[in-house]
């Protein structure tokens, strides 16, 4: 008999090639000897053991040797879907470099592509993701149940899924189901930032047909190649997958993700009051938007006083107008404002012009909350318009439209405002509204910016003093809110738990960062930010009464009025605690296979 089948049963065997083939336990090369024997791999790869840092070295070598962003993302995917453990100690060691790659910008060009890579991006049998399309209605819940990237041990069953139907792809449009690279690409985000298990995530895409044409005659589109059902289907396919992923897992927090805005407004509405879920591009860009308006508001209030301020958003998206709800709760916390006074503050504009209740044309539900009524009549069509008649202290990009702040609008502000606030927020970078230079430039260098893609820093020329741009990533937020949100376990995620992640966010700052003007920390602290991020929602969740992790309400009940100062030994120990809960792929306790070969159940 051979070492293979002696005194091993077939099913043994069968477990035992499962484990050696799993990215989530795959060592490569750094695996020792025992463990190779263990796994049957000993003679599949060559004899050398290496250390983790070599292995590293080798690997970011080889990603550094790509020509193309794509075939970066492309490699990355590989390694991630091969050997996990390494894949995220780049990820988090490198997050500068890589998160530009596995995510924005680079995950829109891979959305755009991904019928033609996707093949290429995991070995037979390890998915990317889920795919939902209509015809799976009837078998939903098996197909959720049969999902299992991680079948070893049935504690680690999904915490989080991130779902799209792919119809509003960043600034992207449609892109059908070749929007999967968004759930996969936020997830990754939610573990390296925040230390989510990657066993416990579950990156969804809904198959519901497309209206981008030129998917629907492309050879290679792997969606269902017919156009959008309509919304009574759209929102009873939704309900069911909704209903089939609460049965199986009933603790899952669901995060919406780039529906298109009238759907995204609908589905957060309809599930926010009982279910367990946000979304993201309205919550999470709410928060991490006013996050940075916060300290941008501290830098101005010696010349602005902030409930002064006049606020012209143009673009009213989901986006735009879930930054600008958002940012009604900080005058109506922090400064006592009537939610009717701070909503006076808000101006928003579309392709149509300002929003005004008279314009005389069917506005969408979401954009009439904020439609003016004291425009006595007047109808104001361009952004220069707009600009004149508003006089903003703050403009704000949520349009798509790439280069739209250009140098007359920039100078314009700059000769309205000391300090202009001016937040190009859209994506990926050919969409942004303007750049950090452009608007250095353009305002004798006295912008307040934050952008939603990364700008490079820019030194004045005449001073030689170097500016940093904030970016108002959302990955400041939607990682820490998360992982504080499955900690706590509240039934529901409400608006005061996403302004305290913006105001956690905001404090979250170092002095040395605060001296140099920054909104946002540096992106290198960000597993640290996170987890301030998640204590702060631990607290909140506490306060008022929805957590039901008994741990949790132990330990912060009785120190919560201390804890709320998020300051002092009590605040240190639960930020200590929530980072001790953090996955983190150095750590033995995730990766022991010799105790998994001899324990686990299949
Ligand atoms: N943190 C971030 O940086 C962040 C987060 C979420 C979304 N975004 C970006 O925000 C942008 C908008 O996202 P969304 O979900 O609201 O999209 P959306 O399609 O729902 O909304 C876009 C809005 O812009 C308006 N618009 C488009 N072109 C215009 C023009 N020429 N003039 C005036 N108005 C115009 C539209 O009328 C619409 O109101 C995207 O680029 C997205 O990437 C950034």
Redesign the pocket.
């Known amino acids: 008999m051979s070492k293979y089948t002696n005194g091993s049963s077939h099913r043994n065997i069968d477990r035992i090639e499962s484990i050696s083939r799993s990215p989530y336990l795959n060592q490569g090369t750094t695996a020792p000897h025992s463990i190779r024997n263990a796994l049957h791999t000993s003679g599949l790869m060559p004899f050398a053991v290496e250390s983790v840092d070599q292995q590293k070295k080798r690997a970011l070598a080889q990603l550094r040797s790509k020509n193309t962003d794509l075939e970066k993302y492309i490699f990355l995917a590989w390694l991630r879907n091969t050997n996990v453990s390494l894949f995220y100690r780049i990820v988090i060691g490198e997050l500068e470099e890589i998160t530009p790659l596995i995510y924005?910008p680079t995950v829109g060009t891979a959305c755009l592509e991904y019928s033609h890579i996707s093949p290429f991006l995991a070995p037979p049998g390890i998915p990317d993701g889920l795919y939902l399309s209509l015809n799976d209605l009837p078998n939903l819940t098996q197909i959720i149940k049969t999902y299992r990237p991680y079948p070893y041990d049935d504690t680690l069953t999904p915490q989080i899924a991130v779902i799209t139907d792919g119809s509003?792809i960043?600034?992207l449009?449609d892109l059908g189901v070749n929007g999967m690279g968004i759930p996969v690409g936020k997830l990754q985000l939610y573990v390296a930032a925040a230390g989510i298990d990657p066993r416990r995530t579950l990156p969804i895409t809904l198959d519901l047909g497309t209206n981008n044409e030129k998917n629907l005659k492309d050879e290679f589109y792997l969606g269902l190649r017919s156009k959008r059902v309509d919304d009574d289907q759209f929102y009873s396919f939704v309900d069911a997958v909704m209903k089939s992923l609460l049965k199986v897992y009933p603790e899952l927090l669901i995060q919406f993700e780039?529906f298109?805005?009238e759907h995204?407004f609908d589905l957060l509405s309809k599930y926010r009051e009982n279910t367990f879920c946000f979304n993201?591009?309205i919550q999470?860009?709410g928060a991490?938007?006013l996050s940075g308006f916060i300290n941008a508001v501290k830098l101005v209030e010696k010349d602005v006083h902030p409930t002064k301020h006049r606020l012209l958003f143009?673009?009213?998206?989901?986006?735009?107008?879930?930054v600008a709800k958002q940012l009604l709760e900080f005058f109506k916390v922090e400064h006592g404002m009537s939610e009717e006074e701070a909503k006076r503050l808000v101006w928003?504009?579309?392709?149509?012009?300002l929003v005004t209740l008279d314009r005389g044309d069917n506005l969408?539900k979401h954009?009439v909350y904020f439609a003016r009524d004291d425009n006595d009549g007047n109808q104001f069509k361009t952004?220069e318009e707009v600009i004149e008649y508003v006089k903003p202290t703050a403009l704000i990009?949520?349009?798509?439209?790439g280069g739209?702040f250009n140098e007359k609008i920039i100078n314009r502000m700059a000769e309205l405002n000391k300090n202009p606030i001016i937040f190009p927020?859209?994506?990926?970078k050919v969409?942004a509204e303007c750049t950090f230079e452009d608007a250095m430039k353009g305002t004798d260098n006295r912008v307040i910016f934050a952008?939603?893609?990364a700008f490079p820093e820019y030194t004045v020329p005449e001073t030689g003093k170097t500016k940093y741009p904030g970016?108002?990533?959302?990955m400041y937020i939607f990682p820490g809110l998360g992982l504080g949100a499955i900690l706590a376990k509240p039934k529901v995620i409400t608006d005061k738990q996403i302004y305290i992640s913006a105001s956690a966010l905001s404090t979250s700052l170092t002095e040395e960062e605060k001296s140099l003007e920054l909104l946002y920390p540096v992106v290198s602290r960000i597993r640290h930010v996170s987890a301030q991020v998640a204590a702060a929602v631990i607290v909140e969740t506490v306060e008022e009464g929805l957590a039901r992790d008994k741990q949790i309400i132990e330990m912060v009940q009785n120190d919560i009025e201390v804890l709320k100062t998020r300051k002092g030994k009590e605040w240190d120990n639960l930020v200590k605690f929530v980072q001790e809960n953090m996955w983190d792929p150095d750590s033995e306790k995730f990766f022991n296979t010799e105790e998994l070969l001899s324990k686990s159940k299949m």
């Open positions: 924005t509003r960043l600034g449009g780039d298109s805005s995204a993201d591009d999470g860009t991490v938007v143009f673009g009213a998206g989901s986006a735009g107008v879930g928003l504009v579309d392709t149509k012009g969408a954009k952004l990009g949520l349009s798509s439209t739209v927020l859209s994506n990926p969409n952008s939603g893609t970016q108002g990533n959302n």
